[in-house]
């Protein structure tokens, strides 16, 4: 299966800049599993949930993971933290890589530097902190909100990229579904017979970027941290209605803990599972989710749940109505596609469990 079968154009000027006020006024594109297309707002999202079912939300918390520094020799430099490796060390992205190799210093601030202790075969950097008080607190003083590439707007709000029910700091870019939520909204859900399980996966931008393989199956898939308590597992495994993930990070994550007999299991760990069309899920059904980027694994994983035509097709409907895309657009709400009316799937890789 071919990268170029996941594209579709999208006008710059509906990749979304800024956030709507409130954050449940977002547009509503709603994909039945018969292929059914309906055009509401996010705050009718209680209309297509029910008693019994589950929403799995991940309370993962973006940090300000941009970082601003200089050299010891005057040259400014940028340290973008992905994930936490120790008490004092993350893997990094920098740049210029060029000015960043081992042994290198880098000055933030009067409380905080920093040293390359390793490139690894990515280019991306092992850099250990220094800092004379809590290293969150320097990090938090100093850094600025990781923004992807495509919002240039300056947006600065840190506490509006991140959910209301954010919790556990380490995500280099926020579960955008999550964002259309309010505390209303969640205690309606609730109050409607709706429980929700609350899981970690902290977000790395290797999320949001393109596929550069040819064929999906040559691309190597990033890395994250995930964790599921035993009472999300239990909450998810004792689901009497639909198991409905709120974002691609919560879908991935239950999908990486799922167990041969249809349940998962508590653990934490890293996952580098990658889901495209032909892939069976073995937990999810159903998807809360924003608008991806072409050729992303994003754009593969709603594929696999609705159909590679009938998402395309929905994506197209979405530009022709003008939604707005990406970290701060319009969301989705996609149910798995009826088994009697799935599509033939063309070849693929017999081993799917990835």
Request: charged share 25%.
């Amino acid at each position: 299966m071919r990268t170029e079968d996941f594209d579709y154009d999208l006008p710059e000027e509906l990749i979304a800049q800024i956030p709507v006020e409130p954050r449940d006024s977002s547009r509503l594109l709603v994909m039945g599993g018969c292929g059914s297309v309906e055009h509401r707002r996010f705050s009718d999202i209680l209309a297509y949930l029910r008693d019994g079912d589950v929403l799995v939300m991940n309370e993962t918390r973006v940090i300000p993971a941009r970082l601003i520094g200089k050299k010891t020799t005057g040259a400014e430099v940028e340290v973008f933290l992905l994930k936490r490796i120790s008490l004092d060390k993350y893997e990094c992205l920098v740049r210029p890589g060029r000015r960043l190799r081992t042994g290198a210093r880098v000055i933030f601030g009067d409380e905080l530097s920093a040293v390359v202790e390793d490139v690894l075969d990515d280019g991306n950097r092992i850099v250990r902190f220094e800092c004379d008080g809590a290293l969150e607190a320097a990090i938090d003083s100093v850094g600025r909100i990781p923004l992807p590439p495509y919002i240039t707007s300056g947006y600065d709000d840190l506490e509006r990229y991140n959910t209301v029910y954010a919790r556990l700091d380490g995500s280099a870019a926020a579960p955008t579904a999550g964002l259309h939520f309010t505390e209303e909204l969640l205690a309606g859900a609730q109050a409607k017979g709706v429980k929700i399980a609350k899981i970690v996966l902290h977000v790395g931008l290797g999320t949001f970027r393109p596929v550069q393989a040819d064929e999906i199956l040559d691309h190597k898939m990033h890395s994250e941290w995930y964790s599921i308590s035993e009472e999300a597992a239990q909450t998810i495994n004792s689901a009497e209605g639909r198991v409905v993930c709120v974002g691609t990070t919560s879908c991935r994550a239950i999908e990486s803990a799922a167990c041969g007999n249809g349940a998962i299991l508590p653990g934490s760990g890293d996952t580098d599972i990658f889901i495209y069309p032909g892939y069976e899920f073995k937990i999810t059904d159903a998807l809360i989710t924003n608008f991806h980027l072409p050729k992303s694994t994003l754009i593969m994983l709603v594929s696999a749940l609705a159909g590679r035509d009938a998402t395309l097709e929905a994506y197209r409907t979405a530009v022709a109505e003008k939604y707005r895309f990406f970290s701060f657009g319009d969301a989705m709400f996609v149910e798995k596609k009826q088994a009697g009316n799935r599509e033939k799937l063309e070849e693929f890789c017999s081993d799917t469990s990835l």
